[in-house]
């Protein structure tokens, strides 16, 4: 099985930076994409940035220009990093990754999109 690991989260004043990680450990064949979503309290969950297979960039109106997603391929490993933070940027962040794996009979592959368990990130004074 894989697993999703991340890193990074934590307490910032605004305009501060954080880098969070998140690496999908285990045996991995190929990955599809990598993003980030995020999680305040009381809304929905929201897509924040994305990279592609090509290496394609998206991201949320509200990141833009903030915040820069990348990936180290031969460490099945996404970063995003946060820079000039804002009290809205205030939430759980959670890895978001679409890979293929061994099946567990070792029979086939499988394409699974899994979830990393969150990292708080609190931007406050």
């Known amino acids: 099985q894989v697993q999703l690991m991340e890193s990074g989260g934590d307490l910032v004043q605004p305009g501060g930076s954080l880098r969070l990680s998140c690496e999908a450990a285990g045996t991995v064949y190929s990955i599809n994409y990598m993003g980030w979503y995020r999680q305040a309290p009381g809304k929905q969950r929201e897509s924040v940035a994305r990279?592609?297979?090509?290496?394609?960039?998206t991201y949320a109106d509200s990141v833009k220009g903030r915040f820069t997603i990348s990936r180290d391929n031969a460490k099945n490993t996404v970063y995003l990093q946060m820079n000039n933070l804002k009290p809205e940027d205030t939430a759980v962040y959670y890895c978001?990754?679409?890979?293929?794996?061994?099946?567990?009979?070792?029979?086939?592959?499988?394409?699974?999109?899994?979830w990393g368990q969150g990292t708080q990130v609190t931007v406050a004074l």
């Open positions: 990279i592609d297979k090509g290496d394609f960039k």
């Open positions: 978001n990754v679409d890979l293929i794996r061994p099946r567990e009979d070792s029979i086939g592959v499988l394409n699974e999109i899994l």
